[in-house]
């Protein structure tokens, strides 16, 4: 296909770059190291394209500076207090990244590997890898597919999974979005609007109480749409799950958020079929070089993770994140760029 090319190499394996396209100029690029979308192209409400999420250029520097910059991640995304889970009985210790935390899958999550082409069109990719046995203490052979759909002025990414042994597992895509362009400074300005009603309070590891607390009244009220940064609970800004609210259609998907850049009229709207949305507003950015040259600022980009509640796995009055043997995981995120009027 005229639309899979080379991307460079990691450890002396071909990385490829696959091209979607859309409507009105829309297009994604995904890479096959982490099944990531690098790239996606939106019009404004002129038609001008920009690309909207953060990235880098070379196969190295998304290994090395990544930061899950655009990946699917898994097994289990998000954090899992003190690495340590219990499954029928047995205490289960998974790789420790982040302090004592498990984040994302571990250090050598399905970020890092490098996914197989299975299907390929001049609008969808489908990719799959393998997750084995003991794979950053996980249980059971895993297999994950991450497929991208570009559909007119939209981008339907799903991930799927299955296993031949029970295992937790909560694939997300990891990208930051700056509706602007991805090298346009802050997103503190663009508008944000998230159907959530209750948010999961952190402790000092970013790790949830338990508590189910209410949006009103607090930094995390989104109901109603407001520039990002109008209010934030701290210096950090958000890192914080939003339980949904709103019904599931017939489709089985629900919607959960909606931003928009007020300069370009450029707008996302976003449903899913998970039960939670990790808010993440990327205070880790430090002006390092992206991009084309871009320079990153503190808050360039926001990350909008629809999953399953973090340590679900610990926290039985959460959603379950349970998969067992004979069941198809199937998580679906659908994205919508039709300009705003």
């Known amino acids: 296909m005229t639309n899979r090319t080379s991307a460079g ?30 790239a996606l192209w939106v019009p404004d ?37 003190d690495g340590r889970l219990v499954l029928d009985g047995r ?52 297999t994950a597919r991450a497929t991208y759909r570009v559909e007119d002025l939209g981008l339907r990414i799903t991930l799927e999974a299955q296993a031949d042994a029970p295992t937790p597992v909560n694939l997300v895509n990891h990208a930051y979005f700056n509706l602007a362009g991805h090298q346009s400074g802050d997103v503190l300005g663009q508008e944000l609007q998230i159907d959530a009603d209750y948010y999961l309070p952190v402790d000092d590891r970013l790790i949830p ?44 998907l629900r919607p959960c958020l909606r931003v928009m850049d007020p300069a370009s009229g450029r707008q996302m709207r976003l449903s899913t079929t998970e039960p939670g949305l990790q808010l993440y507003t990327g ?38 994140a349970r998969l067992e043997p004979g069941q198809l995981y199937h998580h679906v995120m659908l994205f919508d760029f039709a300009p705003a009027g």
């Open 9 to 38: 190499q990691i450890d002396g394996q071909e990385v490829h770059r696959v091209i979607l396209t859309g409507a009105q100029g829309l297009r994604a690029e995904v890479l096959t190291y982490g099944a990531r979308l690098a």
């Open 45 to 81: 409400r002129m038609g001008a394209l920009e690309d909207i999420v953060l990235g880098f250029d070379s196969p190295s520097d998304w290994r090395d500076r990544g930061g899950y910059l655009g990946a699917t991640c898994g097994r289990y995304s998000n954090r899992v207090a």
């Open 91 to 142: 205490t289960i210790q998974l790789d420790q990244n982040e302090g004592k935390q498990h984040l994302h899958g571990g250090r050598a999550g399905l970020d890092t590997k490098l996914w197989q082409i299975e299907e390929l069109s001049d609008h969808h990719v489908s990719l799959t890898t393998v997750s084995p046995d003991g794979d950053m203490g996980y249980p059971g052979t895993l």
């Open 209 to 252: 109480t338990g508590e189910v607390r209410s949006v009103a009244d607090a930094p995390f009220d989104f109901r109603t749409p407001r520039p990002i940064g109008a209010t934030m609970p701290g210096p950090a800004g958000f890192d914080h799950n939003l339980c949904l609210s709103a019904p599931t259609g017939s489709d089985g």
């Open 283 to 320: 205070a880790h950015f430090d002006g390092g070089v992206g991009k084309a040259g871009a320079r990153y600022p503190r808050f360039a980009g926001f990350a909008a993770e629809t999953q399953r509640f973090p340590n679900s796995p610990n926290m039985p009055h959460f959603p379950s």
